[in-house]
């Protein structure tokens, strides 16, 4: 069914819309469009009328406003708003302005796409905050991989690299990269794993279990 969900993604932040955008292709979602600016958003949800517009809540503080717009010009367009610090307010706003979902986007990418996968199929998802983050419960055995299972080999170095401690320049140093590009990397990784931070990177890889052998043999070799 992913496979034929349409998005079109609302953010400013390039970077992060980039590589949300990468995730949810990666899980099967068509992601038709990205837009960086209000007015690019409203002309490429009308040239190309998606299934899901999804928009940062506070895209350049007016993604209540947005969603008001698209609802008035492109009903069949389910609009589903993200925030790192969902304002229960907000939530309240979104919901009876015909949002058909409000989604924190520091749970874990699996819960972002199951509730992408519920707006699909005509549900109104605004229950996250109560229904319990799955990146806190133990992974099934069959899945215990998972967040490796998520990232490129450099992206799985890159993390490996973070759990032994090391700093964004120490990484690039160790990879022989810029530091720039280390910077995306860890970014990257951060998105797909659904975090913020190194610290719930590693507590969220600790919880799904050791990677296999098969990972670790990517492991960026220390000189000496």
Do not use: Y
């Not at 999804?54 to 008001?68: E, H, S, T």
């Not at 993200?82 to 939530?91: E, L, T």
């Not at 890159?158 to 690039?172: K, P, S, Y």
């Not at 970014?187 to 913020?196: I, S, T, Y």
């Amino acid at each position: 069914m992913a496979g034929q969900v349409r998005l079109v993604l609302g953010e400013r932040h390039r970077l992060f819309i980039d590589s949300l955008a990468a995730v949810l292709a990666w899980h099967g979602f068509d992601v038709a469009a990205l837009a960086t600016s209000p007015q690019e958003l409203l002309s490429t949800v009308a040239r190309l009328e998606p299934d899901v517009c999804l928009l940062a809540a506070g895209f350049q503080g007016g993604g209540l406003d947005l969603l008001r717009i698209i609802g008035e010009r492109h009903p069949p367009v389910k609009v589903v708003l993200f925030s790192a610090d969902p304002d229960p307010k907000a939530m309240a706003a979104a919901l009876k302005g015909g949002a058909a979902g409000f989604i924190p986007s520091d749970h874990h990418v699996a819960d972002i796409v199951e509730a992408l996968s519920r707006v699909t199929k005509g549900e109104r998802v605004f229950d996250l905050m109560d229904a319990g983050i799955r990146s806190f419960r133990p992974a099934p055995a069959s899945r215990r991989n998972e967040p490796w299972d998520l990232l490129t080999l450099r992206e799985r170095q890159v993390l490996m690299l973070m759990m032994d401690g090391e700093c964004t320049r120490q990484i690039a140093r160790l990879m022989a990269i810029t530091v720039s590009t280390a910077r995306t990397h860890v970014e990257n990784v951060f998105v797909k794993l659904g975090v913020h931070s190194r610290l719930e990177a590693t507590a969220v890889v600790a919880r799904a279990g050791p990677p296999s052998f098969t990972m670790l043999a990517g492991r960026v070799a220390r000189p000496g």
